[in-house]
């Protein structure tokens, strides 16, 4: 390319570049109510309703505009369905039918329950009467797919209903016993299966505080809750554990023995659970470290809270406690939490995580939003969609 010619492109787009800065900067109340439905929706509105948040937008409403958009069926079945559903399986794909996990958020988001629920609730969300030929099952997700074949609408509140977990048919759990989503069949399946329960720890750690094992790895807390499974010289090198391994498992060990009496039972196909009896999964490999902890109950302790991930903001009333339902509380009452649930919904729909100071700033006043609302996601999502309707 001569001089000339990378001269002439050069022009070309700065001029598409003030083109595109000038079109933005006057956009004007239709293409910014336009914009906010179809970043939340997906989908364009319809004349009518594009009309209804304009005018909401020209008085000053842009809020209440966005809040309108997510009355929208597919807000529901279509959106949330494709924001929750990589939460629900270990391979954190899209591709995964309806299940309990799934519409239990989206129940909990549309019905505008504080969002703390989905880890300390006993709520399940299940079709409403004659929403599905078949009942809800601990053992299948007949009743879920049956729910998205059909085409159920997920917003009408008739269709899609709240539930206590312990008042399932053939539940084992009390209330006490239930964690919201963490105590669903499709959490179990993905979680509890195999393994040693570590992995509900690190998705729960991925989904709710938007870290992972190895952004949370602090090699200066205690290893006194470390299983007998971990080898403390792997290689014959004990400075790798020192080092490496004990960053992790100090605070994981100690966090996921609130679920020592819950497992996968393949056969079965559902979650068991055996209160007072600790699962053999958390007794395994004992003679790889003889000297190492032994799981007797389902006490659990936050070690965390100590050393760098005190900035996680932890804020429940106790470091530790028995079950699911305590350990979901220390996640949702921590500052991360509510910080999370903005940045996973500013990628969403923002289409871009924040980036820059003033992003994250926006993102902590949602945050605090978010809590002094009653952890309401929906004006989560509202906020988020009017900060980035000008994008």
């Known amino acids: 390319?001569?001089?000339?010619?990378?001269?002439?492109?050069?022009?070309?787009?700065?001029?598409?570049?003030?083109?595109?800065?000038?079109?933005?900067?006057?956009?004007g109340p239709r293409d910014q109510a336009k914009r906010i439905h179809d970043r939340l929706v997906g989908v364009p509105p319809s004349?009518?309703?594009?009309?209804?948040?304009?005018?909401?937008?020209?008085?000053?409403?842009?809020l209440g505009a966005a809040l309108r958009a997510t009355d929208h069926p597919?807000?529901?079945?279509?959106?949330?369905?494709?924001?929750?559903?990589?939460?629900?399986?270990?391979g954190q794909s899209v591709h995964?039918?309806?299940?309990?996990?799934?519409?239990?958020?989206?129940?909990?988001?549309?019905?505008?329950?504080?969002?703390?629920?989905?880890?300390?609730?006993?709520v399940v969300y299940v079709g409403g009467a004659g929403a599905a030929s078949v009942a809800y099952s601990h053992t299948d997700n007949a009743h879920y797919e049956e729910l998205e074949m059909s085409r159920v609408d997920l917003s009408d509140p008739a269709m899609l209903v709240p539930m206590a977990q312990s008042a399932l048919a053939d539940s084992q759990l009390m209330s006490a016993d239930t964690a919201g989503v963490l105590t669903t069949r499709a959490s179990g399946e993905a979680f509890l299966s195999g393994g040693t329960n570590r992995r509900m720890m690190r998705f729960t750690a991925m989904n709710y505080l938007c870290?992972?094992?190895?952004?949370?790895?602090?090699?200066?807390?205690?290893?006194?809750?470390?299983?007998?499974?971990?080898t403390r010289s792997p290689g014959g090198d004990s400075r790798i554990f020192h080092n490496t391994c004990v960053g992790c498992h100090s605070g994981m060990d100690p966090l996921i023995s609130s679920f020592a009496y819950f497992e996968w039972d393949q056969d079965l196909q559902r979650t068991i659970y055996t209160p007072g009896i600790v699962q053999q999964k958390y007794l395994i490999n004992s003679g790889t470290f003889p000297f190492g902890y032994i799981t007797v109950d389902d006490r659990?302790?936050?070690?965390?809270?100590e050393g760098s991930n005190a900035?996680?903001?932890?804020r429940a009333a106790a470091s530790g406690g028995n079950g699911p339902k305590s350990f979901g509380t220390e996640?949702?009452?921590?500052?991360?939490?509510?910080?999370?649930?903005?940045?996973?919904?500013?990628?969403?729909?923002?289409?871009?995580?924040?980036?820059?100071?003033?992003?994250?700033?926006?993102?902590?006043?949602?945050?605090?939003?978010?809590e002094a609302q009653n952890y309401s996601m929906k004006r989560v999502f509202a906020e988020v969609a009017v900060y980035c309707m000008g994008d």
């Open 1 to 27: 390319m001569t001089y000339s010619s990378r001269r002439l492109a050069g022009a070309s787009v700065l001029v598409l570049t003030f083109a595109l800065v000038a079109t933005s900067a006057a956009a």
């Open 47 to 62: 004349a009518a309703e594009l009309g209804a948040m304009e005018t909401m937008v020209i008085n000053g409403d842009a």
């Open 74 to 90: 597919l807000f529901y079945s279509s959106a949330l369905k494709n924001f929750i559903t990589p939460w629900t399986n270990e």
């Open 96 to 122: 995964a039918p309806l299940n309990d996990y799934t519409a239990t958020v989206i129940g909990i988001i549309r019905d505008d329950r504080p969002f703390t629920d989905v880890l300390t609730g006993d």
């Open 211 to 230: 870290r992972d094992l190895e952004a949370l790895n602090d090699t200066t807390r205690p290893a006194d809750r470390i299983r007998q499974d971990v």
């Open 300 to 305: 659990w302790d936050n070690y965390w809270r």
């Open 311 to 314: 900035v996680l903001g932890w």
């Open 331 to 370: 996640i949702a009452m921590s500052r991360a939490f509510s910080e999370c649930q903005v940045e996973k919904v500013w990628q969403h729909v923002c289409l871009a995580p924040p980036s820059d100071p003033t992003e994250r700033a926006e993102v902590q006043r949602i945050a605090d939003v978010f």
